[in-house]
């Protein structure tokens, strides 16, 4: 959630680390600061609010160092205020700035006020300074001092550590929470997303739980949890840093939204021919591994987790496969009955999600069988932790609000069921079929967009309401949660989610003028069932804003509008409705004026519990 950005270079750091926060914006943050070491001393500035409102701080104060670190905080212990902001300093001595939650921070809280250390913040950051500064007194070596408050931590980290004794050194370390050194010529980088460093490198050393660097322009000195010292694999990236721009689009997300029939293509390219899966694309033991599974769990949170809903249809009812799925913040305190035949598949959009990470971590102790993992970041954490891998091709997804890594991860998942489904007897003939619908989606998706002046046009019905109605019948009620999720998530209007056949047993209560109601009604098995749920609405007075396919019969009528979809091939309409959803939101959110990709109190990439 928070960002780090530090940097040890011959040059002055400051325009990197300021550089570096703003591609880290996407993550969520309510203040932002730097510190540079210079001339044996610290030069900080931290300002509540966007990192705009640092850029003006630093304007103004010219600091100017050849090391430094930096910092976009998302408020967890502590108000957002320019005392709790980072980086954190102790006497002058240490700095620090800190992603994660310190569990145990009050107990190591007491004992250095009684060791006379002063406390200038409310974060539980601070004591790690502290900490460090009370090692160095004792004597040790810098990487010692840190590596000593570190054994003393309880909870998840990522830091980033300098000290004015140490001029041209930067400590790095990480338990729990996602850090990655970038390697430069003649300087390095640290960052808690390798797309802050894109602009100075594209060559990557991802820490792994445990490590601790010790960081220098001449090299780097890594030791595990163990103090072992380890040689961690450079990664050249393959991400293009102008993906991360907004270019001719008003926000990231509307950006991202329209990408969508690109990068489901690329989800497909040398995973399918033109009628069937290419079952290599999961890696050279995925035959031996798919051929024991007798069942899968699906763990994920938020927006992964309506992928996995969705899924559960598609595993049970083309691969004949049991599935359950799991939000991923429960699972990991549940004691589920486990089997070795039983795989689970976690789903995350940049790999580094804490809950799905300790989830994965604690099926293995349960039990489990092995894990497969999709991801949209080659380089994450939870790809490390995965037997297997399938990658879904998203490129950078800026927007907080998730619209194409969920269609990218249905299309991923589509292409897992085929694969589970030819050991449970799918026909060669369905196969091909399903494969031919995929191929098809991203010409559809694009028909989809054309709905989007329409669709704009009807959102001004939504601007001025406190309440919405989401309702979908079968594979598409996980898609209606999605579509709740997104209008909740940027437009701040409340919102939820109902399997349209659960109405008279509670929400129909709800329904009057006011609340509109919007419904996912594709034309198939459940279409007429469907229609008697839409009689019930309009019964009522409610508004009803109906995505059904040209060949559904529905026409639109007072109190009942109906945006036409493409027909397209049954398999794959939960990833088409999703767009026009995305759009709906997307507008209603401007209209209300709110801040699309960065909506408030929310992050990308949760990285605490």
């Known amino acids: 959630m928070c960002g780090i950005v530090g940097a040890v270079t011959q040059r002055n750091v400051t325009p990197v680390l300021l550089e570096g926060l703003k591609r880290l914006e996407y993550r969520g943050y309510d203040s932002a600061g730097l510190c540079v070491l210079g001339n044996h001393d610290f030069e900080r500035v931290r300002t509540v609010g966007k990192v705009s409102e640092l850029q003006k701080a630093v304007s103004s104060a010219e600091p100017s160092g050849m090391t430094g670190i930096a910092h976009t905080r998302w408020a967890t212990h502590g108000k957002p205020t320019e005392f709790n902001a ?111 460093l894109l602009p100075v490198t594209q060559k990557f050393i991802y820490l792994e739980d445990g490590d601790i660097a010790e960081i220098t322009a001449d090299g780097v000195y890594i030791e595990d949890g163990d103090g072992q010292q380890v040689t961690r694999k450079t990664i050249t990236s393959e991400a293009n840093p102008d993906k991360a721009e907004k270019g001719e689009y008003r926000h990231y997300m509307l950006k991202e939204i329209y990408e969508q029939p690109t990068v489901l293509a690329e989800t497909l390219e040398g995973r399918v021919t033109e009628d069937s899966l290419l079952e290599s694309c999961f890696g050279p033991q995925a035959g031996e591994i798919f051929d024991r599974i007798k069942a899968v769990r699906i763990i994920a949170c938020g927006t992964s987790y309506h992928a996995g809903l969705v899924a559960r249809n598609w595993f049970e009812g083309l691969a004949n496969m049991p599935c359950q799925v799991e939000v991923a913040s429960e699972f990991r305190y549940r004691h589920p009955v486990a089997s070795q035949d039983t795989m689970i598949i976690a789903i995350s959009q940049s790999g580094e999600t804490a809950d799905t990470l300790a989830a994965v971590k604690g099926s293995r102790v349960q039990g489990f069988g092995p894990v497969l993992s999709i991801v949209n970041v080659a380089e994450s954490s939870l790809v490390r932790e995965s037997d297997l891998s399938l990658m879904t091709r998203a490129g950078p997804e800026i927007g907080v609000a998730s619209t194409k890594a969920f269609t990218t991860q249905l299309a991923a998942l589509l292409l897992l069921v085929l694969a589970l489904g030819r050991r449970a007897g799918l026909s060669k003939q369905r196969e091909a079929e399903i494969v031919t619908q995929m191929r098809t989606l991203p010409r559809y998706c694009e028909e989809v967009l054309l709905l989007d002046e329409e669709i704009r046009e009807l959102s001004a019905q939504f601007a001025d309401k406190h309440h919405a109605l989401f309702l979908g019948r079968g594979v598409q009620y996980p898609v209606a949660m999605e579509g709740a999720l997104k209008l909740k998530e940027i437009s701040y209007i409340h919102a939820e989610a109902y399997p349209a056949g659960e109405l008279k047993h509670g929400p129909l209560a709800l329904v009057d003028a006011d609340m509109p109601v919007v419904v996912v009604a594709p034309n198939d098995e459940l279409l007429e069932k469907l229609k008697s749920n839409l009689q019930e609405v309009q019964a009522r007075g409610g508004q009803l804003y109906v995505f059904a396919d040209v060949e559904s019969g529905l026409e639109s009528s007072d109190n009942f509008h109906v945006i036409k979809v493409p027909l397209v091939g049954d398999h794959v309409t939960p990833i088409l409705y999703t767009v026009p959803l995305q759009l709906l939101a997307y507008h209603v959110a401007v209209l209300r004026g709110t801040d699309v990709d960065q909506p408030r109190n929310l992050a990308k990439s949760v990285t605490v519990e």
């Open 86 to 196: 980072h980086p954190h300093i102790c006497n002058q001595r240490v700095a620090v700035v800190h992603n994660g939650i310190i569990e145990n921070h009050l107990e190591i809280k007491d004992e250095q006020e009684k060791n006379g250390y002063v406390f200038t913040s409310a974060t539980d950051t601070e004591v790690i300074a502290h900490q460090i500064h009370h090692f160095l007194e004792q004597g040790k070596a810098f990487l010692d001092a840190v590596k000593a408050t570190v054994d003393e931590l309880q909870g998840a980290y990522a830091l980033g550590v300098m000290s004015v004794e140490h001029e041209g050194i930067l400590i790095a370390a990480r338990r729990g929470s996602p850090l990655v050194i970038g390697v430069g010529v003649g300087e390095y980088f640290i960052a808690s997303d390798h797309l802050a």
